[in-house]
């Protein structure tokens, strides 16, 4: 009788403080103006991407608990750079976070706003590493036309298991009910990916997107297929 093959094991579900202590180890990798400068990755890599509004750079400090590990610019929609940031205790890199420069920001000229758009493109579209995308919403104003531009673009490598988390952040600018109808309208707009409220100023779903990154960095590990005995008899 053929033995079934094992199941692949469970990643096991960090608790706050792992998850937190973790994000808490990130430090700045490196910033690259081009696709092309930036260094070939070979652990899970996690993108933050979102309006130049929407608190991307105020999310990541919070997460990591740094103050300014991200860079938020007066002027939103002047940072222009990939920058990336290496994971992992004791000198070793486990995962990356990648702040890709915010978009849509009307103060930017159109000649930016299309070339940063195009490389931010190729960048979700093209990037081998890529795990997972964390796409950031001000849920006053719901998704925007950038926004679902950027849902369908990356729909086939979503279909294809690539993890994606819309995160509704700037929660405690909402009451109860709003926060409760921004999720519903958002979660069908999401197409299958996750759905968070998230406030700095209260800390609000800090936690859990916490976990949810370390689960999505640290992906269950397929057992090593066992051999088949031998079927036919030993010879006399």
């Given amino acids: 009788m053929t ?7 469970a990643a096991p579900e960090p608790d ?16 690259a103006a081009q ?8 652990v899970p890599e996690i993108a933050f991407v979102g309006r130049s509004n929407a608190g991307k750079s105020t999310c990541i400090n919070t997460l990591t608990q740094q103050r300014q590990l991200a860079f938020a610019s007066k002027k939103p929609g002047r940072t222009q750079h990939i920058n990336l940031f290496a994971l992992g205790r004791q000198g070793v890199m486990d995962a990356v976070l990648t702040d890709l420069p915010g978009y849509g920001y009307a103060a930017v000229s159109r000649e930016d706003k299309q070339r940063w758009q195009r ?12 795990t997972a995308i964390v796409l950031l919403c001000d849920p006053r104003l719901g998704l925007t036309e950038l926004d679902e531009a950027l849902l369908d673009a990356v729909r086939p490598r979503v279909e294809a298991g690539l993890k994606f988390l ?3 952040t ?7 009910a709003e926060q409760a109808k921004a999720l519903s309208i958002t979660r069908l707009q999401a197409g ?4 968070r409220m998230f406030s700095a100023l209260k800390r609000q779903g800090v936690d859990e997107v916490a976990q949810l990154l370390w689960q999505w960095a640290h992906p269950p ?16």
Wanted: charged residues 20%; aromatic residues 4%; proline residues 14%.
């Fill in 35 to 42: 696709l092309h400068q930036l260094p070939p990755i070979d």
């Fill in 192 to 195: 299958g990916g996750e759905v």
């Fill in 119 to 130: 490389v931010m493109l190729n960048y979700l579209l093209q990037r081998e590493s890529l």
């Fill in 16 to 31: 706050a403080k792992v998850a937190l202590g973790w994000m808490h180890t990130a430090r700045f990798l490196t910033t």
């Fill in 3 to 9: 033995t079934p093959p094992a199941a692949p094991a």
């Fill in 166 to 168: 819309v995160l509704l």
């Fill in 170 to 176: 700037k929660a405690d600018k909402l009451t109860r």
């Fill in 221 to 236: 590990v397929e057992p090593a297929p066992e051999a088949e005995p031998d079927s036919e008899p030993n010879q006399p």
